[in-house]
């Protein structure tokens, strides 16, 4: 079925006629899928870019089945959306509303902002089937992220749990090679081998001198590596109290006792930093669903550090 | 209430074909994705016609307040057998054949259903966008929180305060509190929210002045099932 | 001050009739609310407050934030407001407005919000409590901003406060008023007076005390108490000047073409609220919202506003059908702090005043 391409309003521009006050903060920016690949049965990778703002020839949004069109349009070459490893985009599709993800690619990346996404619900499985080519729309980026320069000198010890290792990602390729950061390890826990991301990635890391350390929940065919959560594997992590910041990401049941075990290795609340996950409805820091006790996770995170939410007993 | 979206029938007829509509048409055939299951269960043929149409639909949605939650049919329940068939039919009812009859249950006690259109009648806005969000590829979003809310949203003044007693607060929203809106008072037809607090309203309706007995006719009335069903 | 006869007053209705939207406390099944005016005989001032706040005139129960094409992938974002004038908002309501002014416009300013709020004038109007106000504890018994007119009623008509120019110039263009006589203030001022004295609930502390004893009260029995007993209906949050979370969802149309991304209030009472994508809730207990709830309200918002985000207005009193009570909880706190030996200054000052 081929359409006349339409002309469409300019998104992202002068407001509308009427308008006395500020634009809406509502108004997403589309952005073009410039890769998309399958990952594990539930995740898929996209690369997004940003549009110039000219009228292109429209790929039809899907609705329930895949679109085939080609794009006709050149993605912004070498574009940088200015994100921080640990914010988060609004991403979203007309008609299945909007959702928080948090960046995947680090600092700069050339392939463009990269997010991981898993399909659990009525959005995500409508942006899994939006191919290459297809539109996004993005508003972003907010939140608090990681400091990775002021992790310099010191050795980082990454802790991911299952979906964690997606943000973790942003940050560990922003450290990972660069020079002037200690040591570094990263543990890495997940279901099953079946949920494992970035394996290849992980090789790769490990090569640019990252101590990696990957376990699952449960014994599983074909798999001859370590077994257990994830607080199994802190021993070998052998923790110089003094010259190390931690971070942690993973599901809510996970923080407690790695948080335990970071503080039985003499580990200062200062330098244990967590992302924690709530369900954002405007990332404006207005809607009240993310809220940790006083704070919007939005607003003053979803990076915090553990001295940070000494104050908030609802945040772990 | 299907047939009363006249606006919209004919966009949702440009996507789907509806192929089985006992009410709305003559024609049928039995190949269909989508069933729209209205009704409670009371007898045999019924729970076997139920099962055939599961085993054929890829999605089962229960339509409206007697196939979700048992609805008013439910009050048969609160009736021996015997007596009811009596009653309705004549002395030795329960021995003819004919007049066989069982307990009244929602259709999920026979069949796994996908998803629930609650209410005495269904509200038409959530038939559409139950339908629409099936033709999308989506889960439909179901409402579990009180009328109360839907109430407050539409401007009426309490119930309550006019001294009148209302099922609105352990009630499932959805409907836009039409009833109250209207005049009138909640009577429970969405069947109750996922973990309503039943303890405190029947306090509150005792507060009100009902007695006991009041209380559990209120229940009784569309939630019948379910509250036996949480025991 | 100004003064104008009820006449006067009569005469400004119609004129703002005449080019506005009129919105004014009226009887509703005899039962105080709002509602649209459109005769100046429907007005009917009330001493007590509405059922439901005022907060729905600029910040709508439903919004439409953007309307989109789903085929096309267009999208605009949806900006709308009309002039409208609001009478009878009571102090509290005007501080409870002036609050949410300051939450739309901190941050990223709601463009939806603040349009609706820039095309908005406000008639205040004076009031008597009734035995759930408690506006004197928590310092908003009286306005000194945030209305464009504030009329006290006197008698012979109305002494009033020129909050604005837009409030001095739709004075002069739809009635006639006259510098207040001396009679006029000393009537208002005695009205004040008995209105001051006729506060039955009370706070047992000072606002500026609350946060502090309520950061210390997170286990203390009451929260399950009170949770035990609630519906979780949320209508609390909904009656409430100062609440405004809110839910955003997408309502495609039947053709699956158009759309709107729309905004409807939410309630962080409600058991949905902090449910998240995986299936975890973080707020599940009703105790534990109530208290999240409570907090907002006394503490949260104190570190970033430095006001307390109650006004004392008690419709969440007034509409809880299980008589959960806001001001006794807080009584209730600051009682349990006093026992515990950490009483404040002002507190044992306030005790024995008494």
Redesign the interface.
């Known amino acids: 079925m081929t359409?006349t391409p339409?002309t469409?309003?300019a998104?992202n521009t002068a407001?509308?006629p009427q308008?006395?006050?500020?634009?809406?903060?509502?108004?997403?920016t589309?952005a073009l899928v410039t890769r998309a690949a399958k990952l594990t049965e539930k995740e898929r990778l996209f690369a997004l870019a940003l549009l110039n703002g000219q009228n292109p020839n429209?790929t039809?949004?899907p609705?329930?089945v895949e679109s085939t069109r080609p794009s006709g349009i050149a993605p912004n070459a070498g574009s940088t959306l200015n994100y921080l490893p640990g914010q988060f985009y609004m991403v979203?599709l007309?008609?299945?509303?909007?959702?928080p993800f948090s960046v995947a690619s680090p600092l700069g990346a050339s392939e463009g902002l990269e997010l991981c996404i898993r399909a659990?619900?009525?959005l995500t499985?409508?942006i899994h089937?939006v191919p290459k080519g297809g539109?996004l729309?993005i508003r972003g980026p907010f939140g608090t992220g990681f400091d990775a320069a002021s992790m310099k000198g010191r050795d980082v010890v990454f802790i991911a749990g299952g979906i964690g290792i997606v943000p973790m990602r942003s940050l560990i390729k922003t450290i990972v090679g660069n020079p002037g950061y200690g040591r570094l390890s990263l543990i890495y826990g997940t279901k099953s081998p079946d949920d494992l991301l970035f394996s290849g990635e992980m090789t790769e890391w490990s090569k640019a001198g990252l101590r990696a350390f990957v376990t699952i929940d449960k014994p599983a065919k074909g798999w001859s590596g370590n077994v257990g959560v994830v607080t199994t594997l802190m021993a070998k992590l052998d923790i110089d109290p003094v010259r190390t910041t931690a971070v942690i990401i993973g599901?809510?049941v996970m923080y407690k006792f790695v948080i335990m075990n970071l503080r039985k290795a003499g580990m200062r609340d200062e330098d244990i930093l967590v992302s924690l996950?709530?369900?954002m409805?405007?990332g404006?820091?207005?809607?009240?669903?993310c809220?940790?006790?006083?704070v919007y996770a939005c607003?003053c995170g979803p990076v915090f550090k553990l001295s940070d939410l000494h104050?908030l007993?609802?945040a772990l | 209430m299907v047939l009363s979206c006249e606006n919209e029938l004919p966009e949702i007829l440009r996507q789907v074909d509806i192929v089985n509509f006992r009410e709305a048409m003559t024609e049928r055939h039995e190949d269909y994705e989508i069933a729209f299951v209205e009704g409670s269960i009371s007898r045999k043929e019924e729970a076997h016609k139920l099962r055939k149409i599961r085993k054929k639909a890829r999605v089962v949605v229960a339509l409206g307040a007697c196939s979700s939650t048992g609805g008013l049919n439910c009050l048969k329940n609160r009736f021996p057998m015997r007596y009811l068939q009596e009653e309705v039919y004549g002395r030795g009812a329960h021995k003819k054949k004919a007049f066989d009859t069982d307990t009244v249950r929602p259709i999920d006690a026979f069949i796994h259903v996908d998803y629930y259109i609650h209410g005495c009648p269904i509200p038409k806005k959530e038939f559409l966008s139950v339908l629409t969000?099936l033709?999308?590829?989506?889960?439909p979003k179901i409402t579990n929180h009180p009328v109360c809310v839907d109430c407050k949203l539409a401007g009426n003044i309490c119930v309550f305060e006019k001294g009148k007693t209302c099922l609105g607060p352990v009630t499932r929203a959805g409907c836009d509190a039409i009833c109250v809106t209207y005049g009138g008072v909640c009577w429970g037809c969405r069947g109750l929210v996922d973990d309503p607090n039943i303890g405190a309203h029947t306090e509150t309706l005792k507060r009100y002045g009902l007695t006991a007995d009041s209380v559990m006719d209120s229940f009784n009335l569309y939630d019948r099932c379910a509250i036996k069903r949480k025991r | 001050m100004k003064f104008i006869t009820k006449t006067g007053l009569k005469a400004l209705v119609t004129g703002l009739i005449r080019d506005y939207k009129v919105y004014g406390t009226v009887k509703k099944d005899g039962f105080p609310a709002y509602g649209e005016i459109t005769d100046a005989k429907q007005l009917v001032l009330l001493q007590t407050p509405t059922h439901l706040s005022a907060k729905g005139f600029v910040f709508p129960e439903r919004e439409t934030?953007?309307r989109?094409?789903?085929?096309?992938?267009?999208?605009?974002?949806?900006?709308e407001?009309a002039d409208q004038v609001i009478i009878g908002l009571h102090a509290c309501d005007i501080h409870a407005m002036l609050l949410m002014d300051r939450?739309?416009a901190?941050?990223?300013?709601?463009?939806?919000y603040?349009?609706r709020r820039?095309?908005t004038l406000v008639i205040g109007t004076d009031c008597m409590p009734d035995e759930h106000c408690f506006c004197q504890s928590i310092g908003t018994m009286h306005a000194t901003e945030g209305f464009d007119l504030f009329l006290h009623q006197t008698k012979n008509g109305f002494a009033i406060d020129v909050g604005t120019k837009r409030g001095a110039a739709i004075l002069r263009k739809y009635t006639k008023a006259v510098t207040a006589a001396a009679s006029e203030i000393r009537n208002m001022e005695a009205f004040e007076k008995k209105r001051a004295g006729s506060f039955k609930t009370r706070l047992d502390a000072p606002a500026a005390a609350l946060p502090a004893i309520y950061?210390r009260s997170?286990a203390s029995p009451v929260w399950d108490r009170i949770g035990s007993i609630c519906y979780g209906c949320g209508s609390c949050n909904n009656v409430c000047p100062t609440c405004?979370?809110?839910?955003?969802?997408?309502e495609?149309a039947a053709n699956?073409k158009q759309?709107e991304?729309v905004?409807v209030w939410?309630a962080?009472t409600l058991e949905e609220?902090?449910?998240?994508?995986?299936g975890?809730n973080?707020?599940k207990p009703r105790g534990a919202r109530l208290r999240?709830r409570f907090?907002?309200k006394f503490?949260?918002?104190t570190?970033v506003f430095n006001a307390p985000f109650c006004v004392g207005c008690g419709r969440c009193i007034r509409t809880c059908l299980v008589n959960i009570n806001i001001a006794e909880v807080t009584n209730e706190l600051i009682a349990e702090d006093a026992k515990r030996g950490i009483i404040d200054e002002t507190v044992r000052t306030k005790k024995a005043e008494r």
């Not at chain 1, 007309?94 to 959702?99: C, I, K, S």
């Open positions: 359409k339409q469409v309003p998104t407001p509308a308008q006395t006050g500020p634009a809406s903060p509502y108004l997403p589309e429209h039809q949004y609705v329930a979203g007309p008609g299945y509303g909007e959702a659990v619900g009525n499985n409508a089937r539109r729309w599901p809510p996950e709530r369900r409805k405007c404006l820091g207005k809607c009240g669903h809220q940790i006790n006083g607003q104050g007993p609802e | 969000a033709l999308m590829g989506s889960v | 934030l953007l989109f094409n789903m085929e096309d992938g267009s999208h605009k974002p949806v900006v407001a939450v739309f901190y941050g990223a300013p709601d463009a939806n603040l349009a820039a095309k950061a997170d405004y979370c809110f839910d955003v969802r997408d495609p699956l759309g991304r905004r939410d962080c609220f902090a449910l998240v994508a995986g975890h973080f707020r999240h907090n907002r503490r949260y918002l570190d």
